[in-house]
């Protein structure tokens, strides 16, 4: 086991679990932080109208990095899987096998990107004045396509392989490159909103090639397989596909629900985009949580250890919903301040406070259906999860927004959004409760 390696399968488990999930948040706190930075950036130098630009593409852009996260996490798994399994030369495959169809995945998703982007703005109703610059973002955007997703293949084969330092370490040289390059592109060069776009591409593949070489040059163990396995392929995409099409159907609803926004004006876009940052941001520790209770339970499956999970999944849980009474709390009280960072208009700022108040109010229930979902992530049960989106998303929270928007305008939407975590819930702990994960022990191949 190296240094940065986590064992899950033995000794304590509260302090190892904390410590592995601690650089997935502060991972997660740093990719938020400089997708916060573009907006603060566009906001307060380049106006309402810039940021509703960027706003309207926010679903599209989640769209496709969810679409590759899914496809992905059934990587993360599989090594995990086979980690906790000693399956050294079945990891070996898997890490060469994936390399080589995300990247060309990547390409074909970057053609097809670039040549929608009209179409999909749109879809998405995007407002006549701010469609152009819109849509000249997206296609940038598109254009660094095999950067974004490159960089999350690598992270996940690290951890999978245990290791959550070394994402940490490769997000921190992406954020700190994409604000400081936000700056010089927006504020030396002058380029707008095309500008945060190429900052944020080219961060990433600062940060992609440095992992890369990272995988290779510390685990040379596990890189030196050149063999493409299309069994191993299809193991990991019956993982990730599920989970896949859960992110895309969630994503696919917020378009939907964007459009609905977008017919109240650039304000309510404006108002929405930056709130849902906060948002994002505050959500993000229940997310880490998530993540490393996957990388727990794939391991303790495959070392077939069920109790260690039950205790995982008690502690994960704990921290979880008592970070989520706390951050109730502190939006309440100080959401205000924190909308004044990003827009200086008042409509803007109260569009966004509206919209905090309410989904934060909902927080635990959040709390209580994402850090359980780790379970079935880590026992490759991702289609409950699928299932579970579909039913909250599009059964709920998208006929609800409809129904409630007629009556309470963009209030109605807010309230909507927080409506689906309780289907979520009962979905994710029911599963959790039937113990049906318990399978994949005695089904490990």
Same mark, same amino acid.
């Given at each position: 086991?190296?240094?940065?390696?986590?064992?899950?399968?033995?000794?304590?488990?509260?302090?190892?679990?904390?410590?592995?999930?601690?650089?997935?948040?502060?991972?997660?706190?740093?990719?938020?932080?400089?997708?916060?930075?573009?907006?603060?950036?566009?906001g307060?130098?380049?106006?309402?109208?810039?940021?509703?630009?960027?706003?309207?593409? #926010?679903?599209?852009?989640?769209l496709?990095?969810?679409?590759?996260?899914?496809?992905?996490?059934?990587?993360s798994?599989?090594?995990?899987?086979f980690?906790?399994?000693?399956?050294?030369? &079945?990891?070996?495959?898997?890490?060469?096998?994936?390399?080589?169809?995300?990247? +060309?995945? #990547?390409?074909?998703?970057?053609?097809?990107?670039?040549?929608?982007?009209?179409?999909?703005?749109?879809? %998405?109703?995007? *407002? =006549?004045?701010?469609?152009?610059?819109? %849509?000249?973002?997206?296609?940038? $955007?598109?254009?660094?396509?095999?950067?974004?997703?490159?960089?999350?293949?690598?992270?996940?084969?690290?951890?999978?392989?245990?290791? @959550?330092?070394?994402?940490? +370490?490769? +997000?921190?040289?992406?954020?700190?490159?994409?604000?400081?390059?936000?700056?010089?592109?927006?504020?030396?060069?002058?380029?707008?909103? *095309?500008?945060?776009?190429?900052?944020?591409?080219?961060?990433?593949?600062?940060?992609?090639?440095? =992992?890369?070489? #990272?995988?290779?040059r510390?685990?040379?163990?596990?890189?030196?397989?050149?063999?493409?396995?299309?069994?191993?392929?299809? /193991?990991?995409?019956?993982?990730?596909?599920?989970?896949?099409?859960?992110?895309?159907?969630?994503?696919?609803?917020?378009i939907?629900?964007?459009? +609905?926004?977008s017919?109240y004006?650039?304000? *309510?876009?404006?108002?929405y985009?930056?709130?849902? &940052? !906060?948002?994002?941001?505050i959500?993000?520790?229940?997310?880490?949580?998530?993540? =490393?209770? @996957?990388?727990?339970?794939?391991?303790?499956?495959?070392? /077939?250890?069920?109790? /260690?999970?039950?205790?995982?999944?008690? $502690? #994960?849980?704990?921290?979880?919903? =008592?970070?989520?009474?706390?951050?109730? !709390?502190?939006?309440?009280?100080?959401?205000?301040?924190?909308?004044?960072?990003?827009?200086?208009?008042?409509?803007?700022?109260?569009?966004?406070?509206r919209?905090? &108040?309410?989904?934060?109010?909902?927080?635990?229930?959040?709390?209580?259906?994402?850090?359980?979902?780790?379970?079935?992530?880590?026992?490759?049960?991702?289609?409950?999860?699928?299932?579970?989106?579909?039913?909250?998303?599009?059964?709920?929270?998208?006929?609800?927004?409809?129904?409630?928007?007629?009556?309470?305008?963009?209030?109605?939407?807010?309230? @909507?959004?927080?409506?689906?975590?309780?289907?979520?819930?009962?979905?994710?702990?029911?599963?959790?409760?039937?113990?049906r994960? &318990?399978?994949?022990?005695?089904?490990?191949?």
């Amino acid at each position: 086991m190296k240094k940065n390696e986590t064992n899950f399968t033995t000794g304590k488990i509260i302090s190892p679990l904390i410590m592995f999930s601690f650089p997935l948040f502060l991972g997660n706190i740093l990719q938020q932080l400089y997708s916060i930075a573009d907006s603060i950036i566009v906001g307060q130098i380049l106006g309402s109208q810039a940021l509703a630009s960027i706003g309207v593409t #926010s679903p599209v852009t989640h769209l496709v990095n969810s679409l590759m996260m899914g496809l992905s996490m059934g990587v993360s798994v599989s090594i995990s899987q086979f980690a906790g399994a000693k399956e050294t030369g &079945k990891l070996k495959t898997v890490i060469h096998t994936s390399i080589l169809f995300f990247f +060309l995945l #990547s390409l074909a998703l970057t053609i097809i990107g670039i040549f929608t982007s009209h179409s999909i703005l749109g879809i %998405c109703k995007a *407002p =006549a004045n701010i469609e152009p610059m819109a %849509c000249i973002y997206l296609q940038i $955007t598109f254009l660094g396509t095999i950067m974004s997703v490159g960089y999350q293949v690598v992270n996940a084969i690290f951890r999978g392989l245990g290791n @959550s330092l070394y994402p940490l +370490l490769f +997000l921190i040289i992406s954020s700190l490159a994409n604000i400081i390059l936000d700056l010089v592109f927006v504020l030396c060069l002058h380029l707008g909103v *095309p500008g945060t776009a190429w900052a944020t591409i080219i961060a990433q593949g600062i940060s992609f090639l440095w =992992a890369l070489l #990272s995988l290779r040059r510390s685990y040379p163990q596990y890189t030196s397989s050149h063999e493409f396995s299309g069994t191993l392929l299809k /193991r990991c995409l019956s993982i990730g596909i599920p989970s896949s099409l859960k992110g895309s159907a969630y994503w696919l609803g917020n378009i939907l629900l964007m459009s +609905l926004i977008s017919s109240y004006g650039p304000i *309510p876009i404006a108002g929405y985009s930056i709130a849902s &940052k !906060i948002d994002a941001f505050i959500q993000t520790p229940m997310a880490s949580l998530s993540q =490393a209770l @996957s990388s727990f339970v794939g391991q303790n499956i495959g070392g /077939r250890k069920p109790e /260690r999970i039950k205790k995982g999944v008690i $502690t #994960s849980q704990s921290f979880g919903v =008592a970070f989520s009474i706390f951050m109730t !709390i502190l939006v309440h009280h100080y959401g205000n301040n924190l909308l004044g960072l990003f827009a200086k208009d008042a409509d803007v700022i109260a569009i966004g406070l509206r919209y905090l &108040k309410i989904v934060s109010t909902f927080y635990v229930i959040y709390a209580l259906q994402e850090v359980i979902q780790g379970v079935a992530i880590g026992a490759g049960d991702t289609i409950v999860l699928f299932c579970s989106t579909i039913l909250a998303m599009w059964a709920l929270r998208i006929p609800l927004a409809y129904h409630l928007s007629a009556k309470y305008g963009t209030d109605g939407i807010w309230y @909507s959004m927080a409506s689906g975590w309780f289907v979520a819930m009962i979905i994710c702990n029911g599963y959790y409760l039937s113990g049906r994960w &318990k399978r994949k022990m005695t089904t490990l191949k």
